[in-house]
C-alpha cells in the first residue's frame, strides 16, 4: 500500500465490489484495493470448478480522465479433473487482472484505449470486478488439464489409474480400424507358407 493514496480492502463472502463515486470526479487520481472473497465453485460452459482458497484480488484503479482503468492480480486453488486419468488435482492460479471502464459522463475513449482493451460500461459509484476476476481466472486456464506432464492416464481395458501402478493386462492395443488389415496379412501369410510347403514336397518326374 501507498502511503498517502487512498485504499480499500475489503472481506466478504462472494464481494468484488468498490466505491469508486470519489474516483471519479477526480481525473488523474487512483484507488488502491485488497480483496479476499470467498467463492464456492467457478462457473464455466462446460463444468463447474471447485474453488479450494481464498480468491485474493489486488490492485488500483486509476481515472485516466477517459476511462476508469483497473490494474492488479488475482490469485487462488482451484480443483481440476486431469484430462488423461480423470484425477483431481490442485492447480493455483495467479492471474493478471485488466479491465476499463466507462460512464456515461465521460470522455469517450481514445482510438488506443479502444483497441487495446474491452471497454465495459459503468453505471452508478459502484464498480463490481466479479465478472473481470472470473474472466481472468478462466483465461488463466490451461488448454488441456492435466495432473502432471507426463500423466500416463488409464489403462483402455480395465480403467486402471497407470500413475498409481501397471495393471496386469496384456497384449498390444490394436486399433479396430487395423483389425481387417491385420487379419489379411496374416492369411496372406499363411498362404505363403502353404505354398512353399507345397513346392518343397513336389516331385517332378523321375529322369
Not at 492416464?153 to 497407470?162: A, D, E, F, T
Request: glycine fraction near 10%.
Amino acid at each position: 500500500m501507498t502511503p498517502g493514496r487512498p485504499f480499500a480492502i475489503i472481506y466478504g463472502v462472494n464481494v468484488v465490489k468498490i466505491g469508486v463515486g470519489d474516483l471519479k470526479a477526480r481525473p488523474g487520481s487512483e484507488l488502491e484495493f485488497s480483496f479476499k472473497a470467498d467463492w464456492g465453485n467457478l462457473t464455466t460452459a462446460t463444468s463447474i470448478i471447485p474453488v479450494l482458497a481464498p480468491v485474493l484480488v489486488r490492485g488500483k484503479v486509476i481515472n485516466t480522465g477517459r476511462v476508469l482503468l483497473v490494474q492488479g492480480q488475482v490469485a487462488t486453488t482451484l480443483e481440476l479433473t486431469c484430462d488423461r486419468c480423470l484425477a483431481k488435482f490442485n492447480f493455483p492460479v495467479i492471474a493478471p487482472l485488466e479491465e476499463a471502464y466507462v460512464t456515461k459522463n465521460s470522455q469517450p475513449p481514445g482510438e488506443d484505449e479502444e483497441e487495446d482493451r474491452e471497454i465495459r460500461p459503468l453505471e452508478g459509484d459502484i464498480l463490481d470486478l466479479q465478472p473481470a476476476v472470473t474472466e481472468a481466472l478462466l483465461l488463466a486456464l490451461p488448454m488441456k488439464w492435466l495432473c502432471q506432464v507426463n500423466c500416463r492416464g488409464l489403462c483402455p481395458h480395465c480403467g486402471q489409474n497407470l500413475n498409481e501402478g501397471q495393471c496386469h493386462c496384456q497384449g498390444e492395443t490394436l486399433d479396430p480400424r487395423l483389425a481387417t488389415l491385420g487379419q489379411f496379412l496374416r492369411n496372406l501369410e499363411g498362404e505363403d507358407t502353404h505354398g512353399s510347403t507345397q513346392k518343397e514336397n513336389f516331385k517332378g518326374p523321375e529322369e
